[in-house]
């Protein structure tokens, strides 16, 4: 099993920043893929950003496309996801997640672990 823990949200006014972490310890060496994932109030949850481990090709859903960027360090076993242009439409739980296969990663079917998540609130 894969173990997540996220950090880096909070409260950011429109126009900001803030880059999220998501530590995995665990049966890593398991992981083909890492994701990130956000669930506004009352939605469901949707597909932000992924990161295959073999060649770093990255992923992103079109609201955020241009604005963030996924990124990881192997060393550190840990994925980012780099949040510019934040838009009140950012507000959201931000959960990060990892699977063993690389098919479907744009969909939150599939994912082998979660992490507890972190709230991130952009307003004025």
């Known amino acids: 099993q894969v173990q997540l823990v996220e950090s880096g949200g909070g409260l950011v006014q429109p126009g900001g920043s803030l880059r999220l972490s998501c530590a995995a310890s665990g049966s890593i060496l398991s992981v083909n893929a890492m994701g990130w994932f956000r669930q506004p109030p009352g939605k469901e949850r949707e597909f932000v950003a992924a990161i295959r481990g073999s060649d770093e090709r990255t992923y992103y859903g079109d609201p955020v496309k241009g604005r963030f960027t996924i990124s990881r360090d192997n060393a550190k076993n840990t994925v980012y996801l780099q949040m510019n242009s934040l838009k009140p439409e950012d507000t959201a739980v931000y959960y990060c997640?990892?699977?063993?296969?690389?098919?479907?990663?744009?969909?939150?079917?599939?994912?082998?672990?979660w992490g507890q998540g972190t709230q991130v609130t952009v307003s004025s």
């Open positions: 997640a990892v699977r063993s296969t690389l098919l479907g990663v744009t969909t939150p079917v599939g994912w082998n672990a």
